[in-house]
C-alpha cells in the first residue's frame, strides 16, 4: 500500500473526524492530492482535492464543512469533516498524484454516521 489513510469511525450526526493520508515524496511532493469516497451500492465520488500550491476543489455536498489540507514536510494530507451527515458514510480514500483515471489509491478507511 504506497498511502496510508486514517482517521475513520463511528461519529453522531453533527460530529466531526479528521482523516490523515501519509504518502511517499514521489506521490506527494508537488502533486495534486485528493479524497474520495464510495458509499454502498454507490460509485465511487470526488470529496476534494488540493493542489501543491493550496488550491481546493470540493464537492458541493460537503463545501463549508468539509476542509482539505496539506502538509509538504511531512508528505501529509487531511481531510477535517465537520457537521457530518449521514450521507457521509462511506469508505474514504487517498489519492494521488492527479486524476483518479491514474496514480495510487489509499487502503481506505470507513466513517459511519450515526446516532
Known amino acids: 500500500v504506497q498511502l496510508q489513510a486514517s482517521g475513520g469511525g463511528l461519529v453522531q450526526p453533527g460530529g466531526s473526524l479528521r482523516l490523515s493520508c501519509v504518502a511517499p515524496?514521489?506521490?506527494?511532493?508537488?502533486?495534486?492530492m485528493g479524497w474520495y469516497r464510495q458509499a454502498p451500492g454507490k460509485q465511487r465520488e470526488l470529496v476534494a482535492v488540493i493542489s501543491s500550491y493550496g488550491t481546493t476543489t470540493y464537492a458541493d455536498s460537503v463545501k463549508g464543512r468539509f476542509t482539505i489540507s496539506r502538509d509538504n514536510a511531512k508528505n501529509a494530507v487531511y481531510l477535517q469533516m465537520n457537521s457530518l451527515e449521514p450521507g457521509d458514510t462511506a469508505v474514504y480514500y487517498c489519492h494521488g498524484p492527479g486524476a483518479p483515471s491514474d496514480g495510487y489509491w489509499g487502503q481506505g478507511t470507513l466513517v459511519t454516521v450515526s446516532s
Open positions: 515524496g514521489y506521490i506527494f511532493s508537488g502533486n495534486v
